[in-house]
């Protein structure tokens, strides 16, 4: 028992006690942090991707090209970053709730808190940091493009699209310290970790399941999404106000716009399933774990 508590107590000095983390500030001097980069990287991204499209395009004509074990790893370790996040946000929410609750008082519940932060809430300490370390995984997250290129020779607007905004939208969240952003990073980091872990099962050649797991995890995501959006309106207007509601609208017209064209592939995909056009085993979902885009391509593409 006294081991157990003792990793516990570890665990959670590394995931929310550090001076790190404790001590972290959004500031225009750190890696990632100014409009410019955020404008850049993003057109870079497209830029990239676009002529990588051409260029295979033009000069390989053949087969997709083989990337070994690299689409694996890139699975693997996105899984694992992704339920660090998870861990590190929850613990340091905990420990922000407890340590400024005094601040807030009766005036809110915690519960309230995860969905409305203070009308003048700084982006420094715990959950910051573990924000910004979400932002700087959209950039790994955005390799996946480049293996859906080499691999299959797809390049979609949609997918584009969609590594764009989540990098934009984690970009917003620290610039404007936007309110929902904890729940936002619980549940994606969650999907995130529980998609990765089963692509990377699939990529290393284990059996599918026999249902689009990819496209079910992210529907019921999208459906708790919506559900908090709504619940975040309503404490704005009856608790007071919530801090960073520019940015709050700007991303919900953003996911908005995800949820529709991601509901259009899903019903799409249900639509085949039941008449029979292609099997769900021998199906691929990929990229629906960046929301939106379904690719019907065999198993021996991936």
Known sequence: MNLASTTIQK???LLSEQPS????????????????????????????????????????RRRPIPLGPIPALHSLSMSLISATIFLG?????????????????????????????????????RVFFWSYTFYLS???HIFRTFFTIIRRRNLSFFQIFNHSILICMSFL???????????AILLMTLVFALVYGYRFWTEIGLRRARFPLVMN????????????????????FYKGGCNGMGAWFFNSMLNGFVLLVFLRSYVK????????????????ISEVGDFVITSRTSNKDL
């Open 11 to 13: 665990l959670n000095y």
């Open 173 to 183: 969240w620290l610039e404007f310290s936007q309110s929902f952003q904890v729940i």
């Open 217 to 236: 995890c992210h529907l019921v995501f999208l459906g708790c999404n919506l559900g908090c959006h709504v619940g975040v309106l309503l404490l704005h």
């Open 269 to 284: 995909t249900y639509y085949l399933i039941r008449e029979n056009y292609f099997s769900v085993v021998g199906t691929s």
């Open 89 to 125: 946000m929850l613990s340091s929410a905990v420990a922000e709730i407890r340590d400024t609750r005094c601040i807030w008082g009766r005036s809110k519940t915690p519960l309230q808190w995860l969905f409305c932060f203070p009308i003048g809430t700084r982006p420094s300490g």
């Open 21 to 60: 983390i404790t001590s972290f500030q959004w500031s225009p001097i750190i890696l990632g942090s100014t409009w410019s980069f955020l404008i850049l990287s993003i057109s870079a991204f497209i830029l990239t991707s676009t002529t990588l499209h051409l260029l295979l395009l033009l000069i390989w």
């Open 138 to 140: 959209r950039f790994l």
